[in-house]
Antibody, heavy 120, light 107 residues
Framework: EVQLVESGGGLVQPGGSLKLSCAASGFTFSGSAMHWVRQASGKGLEWVGRIRSKANSYATAYAASVKGRFTISRDDSKNTAYLQMNSLKTEDTAVYYCTRPGGSSGWEHWGQGTLVTVSS | EIVLTQSQGTLSLSPGERATLSCRAS???????LAWYQQKPGQAPRLVVY???SRATGIPDRFSGSGSGTDFTLTINRLEPEDLAVYYCQQYGTSPTFGRGTRVEIK
């Protein structure tokens, strides 16, 4: 059974940093890309970014709204993906989900999400 | 960036009725990489349809997807109370994007 478990959320002041983790199990993590998606309270889903596998050079891509501030990385030995968030803004307040894409088959597997609150 | 427009903010229907949700893309969605997700309050999104028309694992056959290019539809036949949710379309190409969602309310 595929499981994705996010952690690391919490309260941070504007301008601060936070690092989220996504622990994966039930599939070959090293061969899979991983994405991050966020959702502000009462709002829709927003793609944050993704990291590809080693076979695809760990290539990353980001939404314009976070480019230059957020960094996605992974540790295949720990089956974990990370989202490093710097220079946080109040508008970054959201539930952050990690998700595993299924190639042409959509994104079937999602974590339960972790809440990040940026506030003074 | 491909912008997805879900023009119906809320659909309010009775049990047993048919819901027809639309999603229009600002440019053609490559390889029909178009998915629909169901999200209930406090839960993560759940994949309903991928590849524009393929049902995901465990999704009842009351749900069906159709369309290609820039116009896509999710149809829910014989609405049940458990179908109360927000439904998002997504294109999962190179730079994924989501529509703003359509809320399905059960009268």
């Amino acid at each position: 059974e595929v499981q994705l478990v996010e952690s690391g959320g919490g309260l941070v002041q504007p301008g601060g940093s936070l690092k989220l983790s996504c622990a994966a199990s039930g599939f070959t993590f090293s061969g899979s890309a991983m994405h991050w998606v966020r959702q502000a309270s009462g709002k829709g889903l927003e793609w944050v970014g993704r990291i590809r596998s080693k076979a695809n050079s760990y290539a990353t891509a980001y939404a314009a709204s976070v480019k230059g501030r957020f960094t996605i990385s992974r540790d295949d030995s720990k089956n974990t993906a990370y989202l490093q968030m710097n220079s946080l803004k109040t508008e970054d307040t959201a539930v952050y989900y990690c998700t595993r894409p299924g190639g042409s088959s959509g994104w079937e597997h999602w974590g339960q999400g972790t809440l990040v609150t940026v506030s003074s | 960036e491909i912008v997805l427009t879900q023009s119906q903010g809320t659909l309010s229907l009775s049990p047993g009725e048919r819901a027809t949700l639309s999603c229009r893309a600002s440019q053609s969605v490559s390889s029909n990489y178009l998915a629909w997700y169901q999200q209930k309050p406090g839960q993560a999104p759940r994949l309903v349809v991928y590849g524009a028309s393929s049902r995901a694992t465990g999704i009842p056959d009351r749900f069906s997807g159709s369309g290609s290019g820039t116009d896509f539809t999710l149809t829910i036949n014989r609405l049940e109370p458990e179908d109360l949710a927000v439904y998002y379309c997504q294109q999962y190409g190179t730079s994924p994007t989501f529509g703003r969602g359509t809320r399905v309310e059960i009268k």
